[in-house]
């Protein structure tokens, strides 16, 4: 990299802006980590399943007893709250981030994009001066008469590049015929509100699902560019907060929209904390919010290192690269889902599915229901994701192992986007034979209407 | 436009969505709201109203027969018993909440099967007091429909053995204890149970956080009863875990050669939240789905129809069918498969409901 574009990268910028998304994205993990267990959800998605979905590699990685569990969460809350009010940031940071991860990987079937995206964002916190400025740590520091230090646009670069990624690969899912040749799901979820009085009959008006389809493409694909823009950035945020707020409103997605908000105030002009108290609350703003330093220019830059920036460079490598694994899978990726998570296809697919197994011992041949020992959110997830029905048959097959070679075979049937039931895992196909892996997976029936077409509703 | 007019805008913007929300849905048109207080209050709580009267019915004739012992009171009582189980099983959709979780846990004590002879045998053979009292703290194993029902039906036993018998007191005992579970659970549903069913999405009850998720959720029950049925009351007696071999002793109500009445009564229970029934109160799910899918609605009824024909086929005792006409059997349980497949996939697909149904956030 030239030394200009590091000297750019590295041009100082007001710390405030970023020191406001710690404080918000911490206060939002505070609210999480309470809703979470607030809502029984420890015992219903850890304590009660006999059975967990591992990610490969993690298997070893296992929920702890309940006590343990929750001192868990005790203790992911303290990390968060720490975090809000900039207690020594970097490590709240990574203590957050780690035990926000370490809960996530105990059970793959409770993966959501945006627990995905927390956890990136808590770890570029750790690699970013998130503590210098809205925090205990700065006001320690000024206490102790050091100057505040600045940041580098570089960090607002990073994380706005991490923000990039998320909306621009979840607008490039939706280029695909079922999203905008059928507008579904879209047209299926918005019938949900035929009933709502006033819109309801907007909403299951064949032209809204387009209307709604098209414009939420195009909005995941432009809206960071044009929050970045600083002619465009207000119109971007008025519809930036239209969008999160109505999905929030219409579907069950939890935290997602407020996440979605915090951190969209990252393409903002970094000084705005500071702007915003200043004009709106007429109160003095605190110090290491405010434009109280020294000119920007009049600063000693504090440059960042080119270990950070290559360190930066290949993160954000594997990040446009992870999304587009995908492709390397045979067969339409929302039916087969090899590659789905951790590539921003949110709120893409409407998939039901059904799946029980047949197990064959020397002895005797009978069929399993999962759902004696799984939960309903697992029976969900199983039943449309195709490596979960084979993770789950190996488990099957270890636990009918002691009479004898055991075959086990799924009678696996998935709807997508509102076409008829079709099977989703060859019936024939022993699937305890073939071990995990990322490779290809020889036993997913493909897709039989792949095609755009308007199935009559 | 200034910064201050910009932030106005979107502040009133904002508190427009957020009152919007509070306001838009209103119960009184919302067709799914209409369709869980139809289920809850009509189908649920209107069968387990049934249940009581049944089993209060059933006490009667228990009581005529330990004081009578002639056969026309056992065969009173076993057609109490006949009457007061159609409810049971036609309210087996709803064994969930109270039926099945800590603490009242109803369904065991109503409903404990298959059925253990030693369980029952040594009560019979004690000398302690047997009342309705005394009936509480027996076992599931040695109470509830499916030991009355062996008391009544055991290989063997006359009318007489019942008069002024242990036997006799042990059956009254047993009516008088089921009357009182079957209040009990009726009383759960009337108390709050139904109201946090059919207002889901009203309140801070997270039993179902949003009235989609209620719907699916009651959707799914009739996918898991079907389920119950093929895997627990065909496939177990058929001898699938038991390398092909028949197990007759596993049946459902077998004693009373009730079985495959218990599970038509499974799918009428079905029906009836799938299509509603002759009284304008009881909605079905065809209703909704109907304006969603019309051609899945109907495709609905002729899978349910071919269902129900195919358990009706079965002419014989499920005890013999297992064994001389497993096919006719085997042929019931593909049929109910194809069924419980349509509705787990096509019509939970169709109601959209997979973004966030279990409670937990989606995507």
Not at chain 1, 9 to 25: D, E, K, Y
């Given at each position: 990299?030239?030394?200009?574009?590091?000297?750019?990268?590295?041009?100082?910028?007001?710390?405030?802006?970023?020191?406001?998304?710690?404080?918000?994205?911490?206060?939002?993990?505070?609210?999480?980590?309470?809703?979470?267990?607030a809502r029984g959800w420890i015992e219903e998605l850890y304590v009660r399943?006999?059975?967990?979905?591992?990610?490969?590699?993690?298997?070893?990685?296992?929920?702890?007893?309940?006590?343990?569990?929750?001192?868990?969460?005790?203790?992911?809350?303290?990390?968060?709250?720490?975090?809000?009010?900039?207690?020594?940031?970097?490590?709240?940071?990574?203590?957050?981030?780690?035990?926000?991860?370490?809960?996530?990987?105990?059970?793959?079937?409770?993966?959501?994009?945006h627990y995905y995206l927390v956890s990136l964002l808590a770890l570029l916190l750790v690699v970013v001066p998130c503590g210098n400025a809205c925090s205990v740590d700065s006001w320690r520091a000024r206490r102790r008469g050091e100057a505040p230090a600045p940041v580098a646009?570089?960090?607002?670069?990073?994380?706005?590049?991490?923000?990039?990624?998320?909306?621009?690969?979840?607008?490039?899912?939706?280029?695909?015929?079922?999203?905008?040749?059928?507008?579904?799901?879209?047209?299926?979820?918005?019938?949900?509100?035929?009933?709502?009085?006033?819109?309801?009959?907007?909403?299951?008006?064949?032209?809204?699902?387009?209307?709604?389809?098209?414009?939420?493409?195009?909005?995941?694909?432009?809206?960071?560019?044009?929050?970045?823009?600083?002619?465009?950035?207000?119109?971007?945020?008025?519809?930036?907060?239209?969008?999160?707020?109505?999905?929030?409103?219409?579907?069950?997605?939890?935290?997602?929209?407020?996440?979605?908000?915090?951190?969209?105030?990252?393409?903002?002009?970094?000084?705005?904390?500071?702007?915003?108290?200043?004009?709106w609350s007429r109160v003095p703003h605190p110090r290491s919010c405010s434009r109280d330093e020294r000119p920007l220019r009049e600063r000693s830059p504090r440059l960042v290192g080119r270990t950070w920036l290559a360190l930066a460079g290949a993160y954000l490598l594997l990040q446009f690269l992870l999304p587009l694994r995908g492709l390397l899978y045979p067969g339409e990726l929302n039916w087969t889902e090899q590659g789905f998570r951790f590539a921003w296809r949110v709120m893409l697919i409407e998939k039901t599915g059904s799946v029980e197994y047949e197990v064959e011992t020397p002895r005797r041949r009978f069929l399993v229901s999962p759902r004696d020992e799984l939960s309903a959110l697992q029976l969900r997830m199983l039943s449309t994701q195709p490596d979960m029905i084979h993770e789950y048959a190996l488990h099957l097959a270890r636990r009918y192992s002691d009479e004898g070679p055991v075959k086990v075979r799924a009678r696996a049937y998935a709807s997508l986007n509102g076409r008829p039931s079709q099977p989703l895992i060859d019936p024939e196909f022993d699937l305890a034979s073939a071990p995990l892996g990322l490779g290809p997976a020889p036993y997913i029936v493909p897709l039989e209407r792949p095609g755009a077409e308007l199935a009559a509703r | 436009m200034r910064r201050r007019d910009f932030v106005g805008c979107v502040g009133v913007g904002a508190a427009a969505l957020v009152l919007g929300r509070a306001c838009l849905p209103e119960d009184t048109v919302d067709v799914r709201r209409r369709l869980l207080r139809s289920w809850t209050s009509e189908l649920a709580i209107g069968d387990y109203q049934q249940l009581v009267s049944a089993s209060r019915a059933l006490g009667a004739r228990a009581g005529e027969l330990r004081d009578e012992g002639g056969d026309a009171e056992l065969t009173a009582a076993r057609q109490a018993w006949n009457v007061a189980r159609a409810p049971l099983k036609r309210a087996e959709l709803f064994g969930f909440g109270p039926y099945l979780e800590e603490p009242e846990r109803f369904g065991p004590k109503l409903?404990?099967?298959?059925?253990?002879?030693?369980?029952?045998?040594?009560?019979?053979?004690?000398?302690?007091?047997?009342?309705?009292?005394?009936?509480?703290?027996?076992?599931?194993?040695?109470?509830?429909?499916?030991?009355?029902?062996?008391?009544?039906?055991?290989?063997?036993?006359?009318?007489?053995?019942?008069?002024?018998?242990?036997?006799?007191?042990?059956?009254?005992?047993?009516?008088?204890?089921?009357?009182?579970?079957?209040?009990?659970?009726?009383?759960?549903?009337?108390?709050?149970?139904?109201?946090?069913?059919?207002?889901?999405?009203?309140?801070?009850?997270?039993?179902?956080?949003?009235?989609?998720?209620?719907?699916?959720?009651?959707?799914?029950?009739?996918?898991?009863?079907?389920?119950?049925?093929?895997?627990?009351?065909?496939?177990?007696?058929?001898?699938?875990?038991?390398?092909?071999?028949?197990?007759?002793?596993?049946?459902?109500?077998?004693?009373?050669?009730?079985?495959?009445?218990d599970i038509l009564d499974n799918l009428d229970g079905v029906r009836m939240l799938l299509f509603g029934a002759e009284s304008p109160e009881v909605l079905g799910l065809s209703r909704y789905l109907e304006r969603l899918k019309p051609q899945l609605s109907s495709r609905l009824r002729v899978r349910f129809e071919a269902a129900t024909a195919a358990c009706a086929e079965v002419r014989l005792p499920l005890t013999e069918a297992v064994v001389r006409a497993p096919e006719l059997l085997r042929s019931a349980e593909k049929a109910l498969g194809d069924l419980q497949r349509m509705i787990q996939v096509d019509v939970l697909g169709a109601l959209s409901v997979s973004v966030g149904f279990s409670g937990n956030d989606g995507d």
């Amino acid at each position: 990299m030239s030394e200009s574009w590091r000297a750019r990268l590295s041009r100082p910028a007001s710390a405030a802006g970023l020191g406001a998304f710690r404080a918000l994205f911490g206060l939002l993990m505070c609210f999480g980590t309470l809703r979470f267990l607030a809502r029984g959800w420890i015992e219903e998605l850890y304590v009660r399943p006999e059975f967990h979905f591992s990610y490969l590699g993690f298997e070893w990685l296992r929920p702890w007893p309940t006590w343990g569990l929750y001192l868990h969460f005790a203790l992911m809350f303290v990390a968060a709250l720490a975090l809000a009010v900039g207690l020594y940031s970097r490590l709240s940071a990574a203590a957050f981030g780690l035990l926000f991860t370490w809960a996530e990987l105990f059970d793959k079937a409770t993966y959501l994009n945006h627990y995905y995206l927390v956890s990136l964002l808590a770890l570029l916190l750790v690699v970013v001066p998130c503590g210098n400025a809205c925090s205990v740590d700065s006001w320690r520091a000024r206490r102790r008469g050091e100057a505040p230090a600045p940041v580098a646009w570089a960090h607002y670069g990073l994380l706005r590049a991490q923000l990039f990624c998320v909306y621009t690969f979840a607008g490039l899912a939706k280029l695909n015929s079922d999203w905008l040749l059928r507008a579904e799901p879209v047209r299926g979820w918005l019938l949900q509100f035929a009933d709502w009085p006033l819109l309801g009959r907007l909403f299951v008006a064949q032209p809204s699902a387009f209307a709604m389809s098209w414009a939420g493409a195009l909005f995941d694909l432009s809206v960071v560019p044009l929050l970045w823009w600083k002619r465009t950035r207000k119109a971007a945020f008025a519809l930036a907060l239209v969008f999160h707020l109505s999905n929030w409103l219409m579907f069950p997605i939890g935290i997602f929209s407020w996440l979605m908000l915090v951190s969209l105030t990252l393409c903002w002009d970094p000084d705005w904390p500071a702007a915003l108290l200043g004009r709106w609350s007429r109160v003095p703003h605190p110090r290491s919010c405010s434009r109280d330093e020294r000119p920007l220019r009049e600063r000693s830059p504090r440059l960042v290192g080119r270990t950070w920036l290559a360190l930066a460079g290949a993160y954000l490598l594997l990040q446009f690269l992870l999304p587009l694994r995908g492709l390397l899978y045979p067969g339409e990726l929302n039916w087969t889902e090899q590659g789905f998570r951790f590539a921003w296809r949110v709120m893409l697919i409407e998939k039901t599915g059904s799946v029980e197994y047949e197990v064959e011992t020397p002895r005797r041949r009978f069929l399993v229901s999962p759902r004696d020992e799984l939960s309903a959110l697992q029976l969900r997830m199983l039943s449309t994701q195709p490596d979960m029905i084979h993770e789950y048959a190996l488990h099957l097959a270890r636990r009918y192992s002691d009479e004898g070679p055991v075959k086990v075979r799924a009678r696996a049937y998935a709807s997508l986007n509102g076409r008829p039931s079709q099977p989703l895992i060859d019936p024939e196909f022993d699937l305890a034979s073939a071990p995990l892996g990322l490779g290809p997976a020889p036993y997913i029936v493909p897709l039989e209407r792949p095609g755009a077409e308007l199935a009559a509703r | 436009m200034r910064r201050r007019d910009f932030v106005g805008c979107v502040g009133v913007g904002a508190a427009a969505l957020v009152l919007g929300r509070a306001c838009l849905p209103e119960d009184t048109v919302d067709v799914r709201r209409r369709l869980l207080r139809s289920w809850t209050s009509e189908l649920a709580i209107g069968d387990y109203q049934q249940l009581v009267s049944a089993s209060r019915a059933l006490g009667a004739r228990a009581g005529e027969l330990r004081d009578e012992g002639g056969d026309a009171e056992l065969t009173a009582a076993r057609q109490a018993w006949n009457v007061a189980r159609a409810p049971l099983k036609r309210a087996e959709l709803f064994g969930f909440g109270p039926y099945l979780e800590e603490p009242e846990r109803f369904g065991p004590k109503l409903d404990f099967w298959p059925v253990r002879p030693d369980a029952i045998q040594a009560v019979l053979a004690g000398t302690g007091v047997l009342n309705a009292l005394s009936a509480r703290s027996l076992g599931a194993p040695a109470k509830g429909f499916p030991a009355l029902e062996y008391l009544l039906w055991e290989p063997g036993v006359a009318a007489q053995d019942f008069a002024g018998s242990r036997r006799g007191d042990y059956v009254v005992a047993l009516a008088a204890e089921l009357e009182r579970v079957a209040q009990a659970l009726l009383d759960a549903w009337s108390a709050g149970f139904a109201e946090s069913i059919s207002e889901a999405g009203e309140s801070d009850d997270e039993l179902y956080p949003t009235l989609p998720a209620a719907l699916g959720a009651m959707v799914q029950q009739a996918a898991v009863l079907i389920e119950l049925i093929r895997g627990d009351k065909l496939a177990k007696p058929l001898g699938d875990s038991a390398g092909g071999v028949p197990q007759p002793e596993k049946a459902e109500s077998q004693f009373s050669q009730r079985g495959m009445q218990d599970i038509l009564d499974n799918l009428d229970g079905v029906r009836m939240l799938l299509f509603g029934a002759e009284s304008p109160e009881v909605l079905g799910l065809s209703r909704y789905l109907e304006r969603l899918k019309p051609q899945l609605s109907s495709r609905l009824r002729v899978r349910f129809e071919a269902a129900t024909a195919a358990c009706a086929e079965v002419r014989l005792p499920l005890t013999e069918a297992v064994v001389r006409a497993p096919e006719l059997l085997r042929s019931a349980e593909k049929a109910l498969g194809d069924l419980q497949r349509m509705i787990q996939v096509d019509v939970l697909g169709a109601l959209s409901v997979s973004v966030g149904f279990s409670g937990n956030d989606g995507d």
